[in-house]
Nanobody
Framework: QVQLEESGGGLVQAGGSLRISCVISERTFSWYDLGWFRQAPGTEREFVAA????????YYGDSVKGRFTISRDDAKNTVYLQMNSLKPEDTAVYYC???????????????????WGQGTQVTVSS
């Protein structure tokens, strides 16, 4: 069974940067669509960023465009989220997600993904 493990979360001041990582256990890593979502207390899970298994396309939520960058290293079975110009409203638990099947759900929808990590907390202080 595929397992995802996030790391790199923490406390950062507003305007700062942070990079979080997600290691995927499955050797066929390069066949997965990969995404990042976040969820703050009392809110729904929000799409942050995603990358197609072909690596030719990346997608971002409107609130993070121009500040966050998703990337992947297939040799390390790892996907990264580089977060710059962080704001207090970016505070949330960040989840890594992987899609192994073709679905009708858009890549920005949680329903597109079938495997999730446990999440890593990112806190941005003002």
């Amino acid at each position: 069974q595929v397992q995802l493990e996030e790391s790199g979360g923490g406390l950062v001041q507003a305007g700062g940067s942070l990079r979080i990582s997600c290691v995927i256990s499955e050797r066929t890593f390069s066949w997965y669509d990969l995404g990042w979502f976040r969820q703050a207390p009392g809110t729904e899970r929000e799409f942050v960023a995603a990358t197609r298994w072909t690596q030719s396309s990346t997608y971002y939520g409107d609130s993070v465009k121009g500040r966050f960058t998703i990337s992947r290293d297939d040799a390390k079975n790892t996907v990264y989220l580089q977060m710059n110009s962080l704001k207090p409203e970016d505070t949330a638990v960040y989840y890594c997600a992987a899609a192994r099947r073709i679905t009708l759900a858009p890549i920005s929808s949680p329903g597109h993904y079938d495997t999730w990590g446990q999440g890593t907390q990112v806190t941005v202080s003002s």
